[in-house]
């Protein structure tokens, strides 16, 4: 069968790619460039982004050594398009995006894999920690990786149901621990590579400097409590977010928490920890991967890909979304991803629009 892999230089990819041949398979790496190679020169060393000039080397290194072709597919007009303006303009909203989740539906297993199918590939494959499962209810499914420290099928829930059949995730069932000896013993030297921690778009994470960049005017504010007495000031609402304790730069007797963020009045709200405990929540832009009615439907709720599941009612009505956990959560953030889960299995995701008191 003939497959194509994202290759994005790391060890996870280039695994994936090895699997598939040992499996048999005729293998064609993609290596998408989204970004101009200039912007990566204000990173230290210190630093792992992705999609930098050196993950471009190492998987043409990769490719070289498991003897197959690689494609660089350029794609900065969609990424421009789909992510960098998504990301500043949910900024500007006083929200707090998740652009690798439409990274992943838009970019990686939208225009990368249109372009891969076109070729004539026959599946699509990655290095992510997920796997698409035959479910007896559900069909084919997406489903979390077994290594649940890593799993990845958070991020990959926006990708639309009709994918799923071109879709193979080769390492969804090792650790990272195997998928670095399989790699040691295959002789690449991306046994080693560490992986990426900053976005790709803003490489030195500095988040004043990017939005500052793209013109979007960051303005001091107060940071008030629940009555409204001033604390301190604030140095651009984009650089909070709901829940968040540390860097505040105001002192207090008791911890304080972020609990709002108010972009009317310019203002940061803070308050003690279960101030930040919520149980009900809009979401938008829903994205299922099962036949669903509208109604209410019993499942586990995650709002962060680090966060345990918690059970929930999600009441469906058209396009629009009603989330309530059983229990109160801690920083429900607008902006951020709700994903929807039936033990391992993915049921949908939508984003977080409006959190109720």
Known sequence: MKIGVAMSGGVDSAVAAALLIEMGHEVVGYHMKNLPDSLFEIVPET????????????????????????????????????????????????????????????????????????????????????????HPHYGISLAKGKASHKDQAYFLSMIKKEKLSKIFFPV???????????????????????????????????YRRFLSSEGIKLPDGDIVDIAGNILGKHHGLAFYTIGQRRGLGISSKE????????????????????????KRFTAAQPNWLIDIKDGELRCQCMIRSTMKPEKASVYSEKDRLTVEFDNPVSAITPGQLAVFYVGDVVLGSAFIESVES
């Open 255 to 278: 911890k304080l928490y972020v609990i709002d963020i108010d972009t009317i009045n310019n203002r940061i709200i803070v308050g003690p920890y279960e101030k930040t405990l919520k």
């Open 172 to 206: 969804g069932e090792l650790t990272k621990e195997e998928i670095r000896e399989k790699a040691k013993s295959l002789g690449l030297p991306v046994h080693q590579k560490r992986e990426s921690q900053e976005l790709c778009f803003i490489p030195d994470n500095d």
């Open 47 to 134: 630093k792992k982004v992705c999609c930098s000039p050196s993950d471009t080397f190492d998987a043409f290194r990769t490719a070289k050594i498991l003897g197959i072709e690689l494609k660089i597919i350029r794609l900065d007009e969609i990424f421009r398009a789909r992510i960098i303006d998504y990301f500043t303009s949910e900024y500007k909203k006083g929200r707090t995006p998740n652009p690798c989740v439409l990274c992943n539906d838009y970019i990686k297993f939208g225009a990368l894999m249109e372009k891969a199918l076109e070729d004539g590939m026959e599946l699509f494959a990655s290095g992510h920690y997920a796997r698409i499962i035959e």
